[in-house]
């Protein structure tokens, strides 16, 4: 058997849901009523319902993120919105709070979220045990580390592909809820990453001014994906809940003709699709031309580039050139040929922040803007928002998926029979009792037969190959042919979605050690269930979720791999040999009243951002 790979898109709605399923996307991942890691970013159940019938139809999965942190007095509510999910055949449920695993819930499948912070073999390998069917990993982890996950345990994994990225440890974020009371392990982050701070040294001094030094790049793994592949993942998930549908439609025609690709090539022998269908597209995708604050492939292949995007946490969009110069009212840009009426330009100022401009007409290679900014020759100019590019993506037909057919025009004792086969095995057949008379001249229409059966219009079907068996020319009306047509696909759409098989787990309760006896607040237990599930499980002390317990001022918020001394060339191990003078300790990021110390962990290579009256030692770099 094939080992499946999939391309998991994100839907802030069912809208976005239907355009990710029809530029390619072999499952979804939705937000329900309530209880989903972006608060803004949820959906009736009627609508998932939608979702699902439609995905289902192409052999799509839908599955829905329950992913925040729940209170005692939320647990009911949260079974009752499961079995409500279960009801309309929902494929999967990917959860963050273990309470869920204690729950009478029905028999369906649970994906552990990556807020669930999956980065441990041993921890995964728990999850799996427990009866959790898949597991999101971390995006911190290499391609070395996965493989290592995928031996220990069978698991099937997640990865995401493109996308923000968190600058935290998912799940171990508590900034925003130190800072104004929204967690975002609740679904409401403030984002307060992406705000600019200065940096201050050991000596009072201030290194940098008003940058935003924990907004990092995106991520892009895309050209990963065979050694991803190989390394055991098998879904690849885009970021992206609250983005618009060009993000969308553009991210998921990207990955799914460099997916197909590899699976029509290289590894064809061992790898396969996971739904049905072939997509066409009017427009080019381009990873760059949609929603994106310049690319990273994290630590996928180890650390080895700056990933900070501190001039701005907003889309720099696509290089086009340097500016040239001025010239009256317009500027002249390299590669200007490639601008068009109504685009935003963006590029960084001489104070060092992003600044745009709207381009009101492009005319003889001159871009006019709506505001004459005064910029200096030489200036690097992106395009963060390309109106002909959205204007063709967002119409309906941009990208279409069609799933593949054969008729078979046959003769039978009291008429005809019209056969459509699909290209999974379906079968669907339409008897039209008629008359068989023989057409005028005994002249064959069997053209006329075969134009009018490959007119399939809006249905999700395109017809292959088209056969006439016919003991004599006989005639029939088109539009008995048309309606024979229509019937057929109507209730191959019908034996599509009956014959699609959700898989269903039972959770059965488990008691298998797990691999702490002591979990601190990062473990985020928020409810009596979550706290029985571990203790169950052998654990003897359980320290409440931070958004329960928090010591205002003194707190560690937030845990990264991220590292300001590595941006700056100022790290004991990679720049020891081309440094200078080491930093004075301790570092301290401040924006406003906010104020936060940094505690450098460089034997597992992290850093930690404390709130400003907390204590700790200053470990001494050991590595030289």
Not at 35 to 59: C, M, P, Q, W
Not at 541 to 570: H, N
Request: hydrophobic share 35%.
């Amino acid at each position: 058997m094939k080992k499946k790979i999939e391309i998991l898109a994100p839907a802030k709605d069912l809208i976005h849901g239907l355009a990710a399923i029809n530029s390619g996307a072999d499952a979804v991942y939705i937000g329900a009523p309530q209880f989903g890691a972006r608060s803004n970013a949820t959906n009736s159940i009627e609508d998932v319902a939608k979702l699902v019938e439609y995905a289902h139809l192409f052999n799509a999965q839908v599955f829905v993120v329950i992913n925040t942190i729940l209170y005692d007095n939320e647990l009911e509510t949260c079974r009752q919105m499961i079995w409500q999910l279960y009801d309309i055949n929902v494929d999967a449920l990917i959860v963050q709070d273990m309470s869920i695993m204690e729950m009478d819930i029905p028999p369906i499948v649970l994906h552990a979220s990556t807020q669930a912070n999956n980065r441990d073999p041993h921890k995964i390998k728990f999850l799996k045990d427990a009866g959790v069917k898949r597991v999101v990993l971390a995006r911190e982890l290499n391609l070395h580390q996965i493989k290592e996950i995928s031996e220990a345990s069978d698991v099937e994994l997640e990865f995401f592909v493109t996308g923000a990225l968190c600058v935290s440890f998912s799940g171990n974020c508590y900034m925003s809820v130190a800072n104004g009371e929204r967690s975002a392990n609740r679904g409401s982050c403030a984002q307060n990453c992406r705000l600019p701070y200065n940096l201050i040294d050991g000596h009072g001094e201030t290194l940098i001014k008003n940058s935003h030094l924990l907004s990092i790049k995106d991520f892009d793994v895309s050209a990963q994906i065979p050694n991803l592949i190989e390394a055991g993942i098998c879904s690849f998930k885009i970021e992206g809940r609250l983005k618009d549908i060009v993000y969308v439609k553009n991210n998921v025609s990207y990955l799914r003709q460099k997916l197909d690709d590899f699976l029509e090539g290289a590894g064809s022998d061992k790898y396969t699709k996971a739904s049905s269908g072939k997509c066409t597209y009017t427009f080019e995708s381009a990873l760059n031309k949609s929603f994106n604050r310049g690319y990273t492939d994290y630590f996928v292949n180890e650390r080895h580039q700056s990933i900070g995007s501190w001039e701005s946490p907003k889309s720099k969009g696509q290089y086009i050139g340097k500016l040239i110069k001025t010239t009256g009212n317009a500027y002249e840009i390299e590669n200007g040929e490639l601008l068009n009426n109504g685009d935003g330009l963006c590029f960084i100022n001489e104070n060092k922040e992003a600044d745009g401009i709207y381009v009101n007409k492009v005319e003889n290679g001159l871009a006019y803007p709506n505001v004459l900014k005064e910029i200096k020759p030489g200036t690097f100019i992106y395009r963060n928002n390309d109106a002909a590019f959205i204007k063709i993506v967002e119409r309906e037909d941009s990208a279409v998926r069609k799933i593949s057919t054969t008729l078979v025009l046959t003769e039978n004792e009291n008429g005809f029979e019209l056969i459509a086969t699909d290209e999974d095995g379906n079968v669907s057949s339409v008897n039209l009792v008629h008359p068989k008379e023989r057409t005028k001249n005994n002249e064959s229409i069997e053209e006329n037969f075969k134009i009018n059966l490959a007119k399939t219009g809006f249905t999700p079907y395109k017809v292959d190959e088209i056969t006439i068996q016919f003991s004599e020319n006989w005639f029939l009306p088109i539009s008995k042919i048309n309606e024979m047509r229509r019937t057929a696909f109507e209730q191959l759409s019908e034996i599509r979605v009956a014959n699609y098989k959700v898989k269903e787990h039972q959770m059965i309760k488990t008691s298998h050690p797990y691999p702490e006896t002591k979990l601190d607040f990062m473990y985020n237990v928020s409810n009596k269930l979550a706290r029985k599930f571990y203790e169950r499980h052998g654990v003897t002390e359980i320290e409440k979720a931070f958004e329960l317990q928090w010591d205002p001022g003194k707190s560690r918020v937030m845990t990264t791999k991220y590292c300001i001394k590595y941006e700056l060339e100022k790290c004991p191990k990679y720049h020891k040999d081309t440094m200078e003078t080491k930093l004075k300790e301790p570092l301290v990021l401040k924006q406003g009243e906010l104020e936060y110390k940094l505690k450098f962990n460089c034997k597992p290579c992290e850093m930690e951002i404390w709130e400003k009256d907390a204590e700790f030692e200053i470990e001494e770099d050991h590595l030289h």
